[in-house]
């Protein structure tokens, strides 16, 4: 939804985006786990004002109708849920802002309004829709799930109906059942309605 990685670009006026860039390059060279680049990037951020965080992550740029796409889905008695690797505070602004009914993502602790260390990353999406699916009841073959990284691609595996969005790894796009790059959300939604 965010056009650029929201808390990567945050990260870079907050001025810890050389370190944030530098856990980056390791995680793509090999040399960190998605698991401990996630949780090292949140702990540059232990000691932030979430105030001067989200402030940031809000000047991101997002995709064009988001709000419109989540409730006309909501419209069809669907669930629209956040699946993210994203902190807990990024997918409770984001509920706020576009009216997505919950999230499952990683949990950075917060009190009285300063990021703690306390974090629990989810570099493994499946595990995260796998848990979510138990709790609701929903199975995975009843889902359809939107993702642009290569961690969306083992939720794009279990699920019913996959859609790669704006992906720029080949091996994204391969995996989704519909691959579509466009800055309107709306068009997922119209593309979803031809394959129900």
Request: glycine share 6%.
């Given at each position: 939804?965010?056009?650029?990685?929201?808390?990567?670009?945050?990260?870079?006026?907050?001025?810890?985006?050389?370190?944030?860039?530098?856990?980056?390059?390791?995680?793509?060279?090999?040399?960190?786990?998605?698991?401990?680049?996630?949780?090292?990037?949140?702990?540059?951020?232990?000691?932030?004002?979430?105030?001067?965080?989200?402030?940031e992550?809000?000047k991101?740029?997002?995709?064009?109708?988001?709000?419109?796409?989540v409730?006309?889905?909501?419209?069809?008695?669907?669930?629209?849920?956040?699946?993210?690797?994203?902190?807990?505070?990024?997918?409770?602004?984001?509920?706020?802002?576009?009216?997505?009914?919950?999230?499952v993502?990683?949990k950075?602790?917060?009190?009285?309004?300063?990021?703690?260390?306390?974090?629990?990353?989810?570099?493994?999406k499946?595990?995260?829709?796998?848990?979510?699916?138990?709790?609701?009841?929903?199975?995975p073959?009843?889902?359809?799930?939107?993702?642009?990284?290569?961690?969306?691609?083992?939720?794009?595996?279990?699920?019913?109906?996959?859609?790669?969005?704006?992906?720029?790894?080949?091996?994204v796009?391969?995996?989704?059942?519909?691959?579509?790059?466009?800055?309107?959300?709306?068009?997922?939604?119209?593309?979803?309605?031809?394959?129900?």
């Amino acid at each position: 939804m965010f056009r650029k990685a929201a808390l990567t670009q945050a990260a870079r006026t907050l001025g810890i985006g050389e370190k944030w860039d530098s856990l980056d390059q390791m995680y793509h060279h090999r040399r960190i786990t998605l698991r401990e680049c996630l949780a090292s990037e949140y702990k540059l951020l232990q000691g932030m004002k979430l105030a001067d965080i989200l402030r940031e992550v809000s000047k991101v740029e997002v995709i064009k109708n988001v709000r419109e796409t989540v409730e006309k889905l909501q419209g069809h008695r669907i669930r629209v849920v956040l699946l993210t690797d994203n902190p807990d505070f990024v997918c409770a602004y984001l509920i706020e802002r576009f009216g997505f009914e919950g999230y499952v993502g990683s949990k950075v602790g917060i009190k009285d309004g300063i990021v703690t260390g306390e974090i629990e990353t989810l570099p493994d999406k499946r595990l995260g829709l796998r848990k979510y699916c138990a709790w609701t009841g929903i199975p995975p073959s009843r889902c359809v799930h939107v993702g642009d990284w290569v961690n969306d691609v083992p939720v794009f595996r279990i699920v019913r109906y996959s859609v790669a969005l704006n992906a720029k790894v080949p091996k994204v796009k391969a995996a989704a059942s519909h691959s579509m790059d466009t800055d309107d959300l709306l068009d997922v939604y119209k593309h979803l309605q031809t394959v129900a």
